[in-house]
Nanobody, 127 residues
Framework: QVQLVESGGGSVQAGGSLRLSCAYS?????????LGWFRQPPGKEREGLGI????????DYGDSVQGRFSISQDNAKNTLYLQMDSLKPEDTAMYYC???????????????????WGQGNQVTVSS
């Protein structure tokens, strides 16, 4: 079992920045896990933002946030981060972190095929 707790969301004006954190715990330390960030704008489908292999690194980003968002992790703190810069009103959404056993893959990312999910964290960007 893996637990994910997100924090750091809130409201910001367009052009601003936010950093989301995802603290994880449970049986995630002994195996390879893929960690990811997703979001779901109101009335729209869930969208993948980026994924990272917890043990070996290696990051893949969604096209819509390439160059503005960046993923990082601090394994010593058991925390995954999403740094969001140059925010736009269309970035307004509920943001989720996720974890799944095994290596990351593009198909896993596209299908959001993750077993464990955080509770979600609202990000609102005003114009």
């Amino acid at each position: 079992q893996v637990q994910l707790v997100e924090s750091g969301g809130g409201s910001v004006q367009a052009g601003g920045s936010l950093r989301l954190s995802c603290a994880y715990s449970g049986y995630i330390y002994s195996s390879h896990y893929c960690l990811g960030w997703f979001r779901q704008p109101p009335g729209k489908e869930r969208e993948g933002l980026g994924i990272i292999n917890r043990r070996i690194g290696g990051i893949d980003y969604g096209d819509s946030v390439q160059g503005r968002f960046s993923i990082s992790q601090d394994n010593a703190k058991n925390t995954l981060y999403l740094q969001m810069d140059s925010l736009k009103p269309e970035d307004t959404a509920m943001y989720y972190c996720a974890a799944d056993k095994g290596f990351c893959s593009r198909s896993k990312f596209v299908r959001a095929d993750f077993e464990y999910w955080g509770q979600g964290n609202q990000v609102t960007v005003s114009s």
